[in-house]
T-cell receptor
Framework: GQQLNQSPQSMFIQEGEDVSMNCTSS?????WLWYKQDPGEGPVLLIA?????ELTSNGRLTAQFGITRKDSFLNISASIPSDVGIYFC???????????FGAGTTVTVRA | DGGITQSPKYLFRKEGQNVTLSCEQN?????MYWYRQDPGQGLRLIYY???????QKGDIAEGYSVSREKKESFPLTVTSAQKNPTAFYLC?????????????FGSGTQLSVL
């Protein structure tokens, strides 16, 4: 699979803040998935997107499938301490059925 | 409770030794996958299997081997040919191997070299 460009690489949050992260690819994707990984655990699926322009929410999380089909965004509203972890984007391109992953965005609580 | 079970949670390998990581799923999924995770990097695909008795190399298969004799099980062997085996290994499964499939992950095995 191809490597996705995920940014930012890391971020510090204060409780109550809204945070955003995004993922871009060089080719068109048919599916975008967002996962969260806690330390020493496997990733857990947060949101799955299947159509360009699609906007989907899961509690305080909202993700969008970009219109160009080459990007996706994840927003966390009113962050809480348990939001810390590593967030990964993943997707299927139109010419490779295997899932490609971003390098992850590490979210840490600001002291 | 349906899910994916990986064992052991921690594993240590001596020089020249082969070690096997276990992965079992009771989700009745056809497809299973092994990924390697290094700090600060995305997940890299080692091997995948879409059906029993069949498997394919992923992007970093060298130094690894797998078998898929049962639908529920997809063990990964890290051979002595893998010179840099220290990593977090994740097993995953999906209903089938189609393009729109969501992957479900186990809780991982941390492999370290003694």
């Amino acid at each position: 699979g191809q490597q996705l460009n995920q940014s930012p690489q890391s971020m510090f949050i204060q409780e109550g803040e809204d945070v955003s992260m995004n993922c871009t690819s060089s080719s068109i994707f048919n599916t975008w998935l967002w996962y969260k990984q806690d330390p020493g655990e496997g990733p857990v699926l947060l949101i799955a997107l299947y159509k360009a322009g699609e906007l989907t929410s899961n509690g305080r999380l909202t993700a969008q499938f970009g219109i160009t089909r080459k990007d996706s965004f994840l927003n966390i509203s009113a962050s809480i301490p348990s939001d810390v972890g590593i967030y990964f984007c993943a997707g299927h391109s139109s010419n490779d059925y295997k899932l490609s992953f971003g390098a992850g965005t590490t979210v840490t609580v600001r002291a | 409770d349906g899910g994916i079970t990986q064992s052991p949670k921690y594993l240590f390998r001596k020089e020249g030794q082969n070690v096997t990581l276990s992965c079992e799923q009771n989700l009745n999924h056809d497809a299973m996958y092994w990924y390697r995770q290094d700090p600060g990097q995305g997940l890299r695909l080692i091997y995948y299997s879409q059906i029993v008795n069949d498997f394919q190399k992923g992007d970093i298969a060298e130094g690894y081997s797998v078998s898929r004799e049962k639908k529920e099980s997809f063990p990964l062997t890290v051979t002595s040919a893998q010179k840099n085996p220290t990593a977090f290994y994740l097993c995953a499964s999906s209903i089938s191997g189609t393009r729109t499939e969501k992957l479900f992950f186990g809780s991982g095995t941390q492999l370290s070299v003694l």
